[in-house]
């Protein structure tokens, strides 16, 4: 449980430091480090905290059952993976009708990803996982709410080439992650069995 909690505390602590770091252009640490030399440093913590947590949840295996969740639980995260990547692929194509509405589409991409695993698994180290990139997409989107940051512009207007990229693309990834990348990844099904 040290490395999961420490790999947290990392790459939380590093995204955290971003989220909540002055924008004043004469206190802003981005501007005086540069954005090489900052992107870099976030980038080796993001990165260090990931190894750990991927390390650290796997060292948990098998781990202790705080609840069963019943199937229908299971199948309903199936489809809110497929939810949650569509709105996390509209936050990397141009903006369309869902990114314009979900305003910060990657952070609500993440509360539906995690949500749905904190639905289909009752394990102690899931639900730490889980609750904790829960807990950081909340965060970050209420400071960003409080600075004004209210995703695109409100004169942009959504393009519906945006969507369907992000359906293709989103619905692609979720295919593969259910039918092939999950069970490599992570050991375990997407599928309920």
């Known amino acids: 449980m040290i490395y999961l909690l420490a ?3 990392i790459f939380f602590g590093s995204h955290l430091f971003a989220t909540f770091r002055s924008h004043a252009p004469e206190r802003d ?40 969740p019943p199937v229908g639980l299971k ?8 939810i949650a990547f569509v709105i996390l692929f509209s936050a990397y ?17 993440v509360k539906v990803w995690a949500a749905g695993h904190l639905l289909a698994n009752g ?3 899931s639900i730490i996982l889980f609750g904790s990139f829960l807990a950081y997409a909340v965060i970050d989107r209420i400071v960003l709410k409080k600075r004004g940051d209210n995703g695109p512009p409100a ?13 293709v693309i989103g619905g692609g990834f ?20």
Do not use: C
């Open 75 to 82: 199948h309903l995260n199936v489809l809110l993976q497929l």
């Open 155 to 167: 004169d942009v207007q959504p393009n519906i080439m945006g969507d369907i990229l992000a359906v």
């Open 93 to 109: 194509v141009p903006t369309g009708y869902i990114k314009k509405t979900m305003k910060h589409p990657m952070l609500v991409g």
């Open 174 to 193: 979720w295919a593969a992650m259910l039918f092939w990348l999950h069970p490599i990844l992570f050991g375990v099904p997407a599928l309920p069995v």
């Open 123 to 125: 394990e102690l180290n």
């Open 29 to 68: 640490i981005r501007r005086r480090m540069g954005e090489g030399p900052y992107m870099g440093l976030f980038s080796l913590a993001a990165i260090a905290g990931l190894v750990l947590i991927v390390i650290g949840y796997g060292a948990m295996r098998p781990a202790m059952v705080v609840w069963s």
């Open 7 to 9: 790999g947290l505390l």
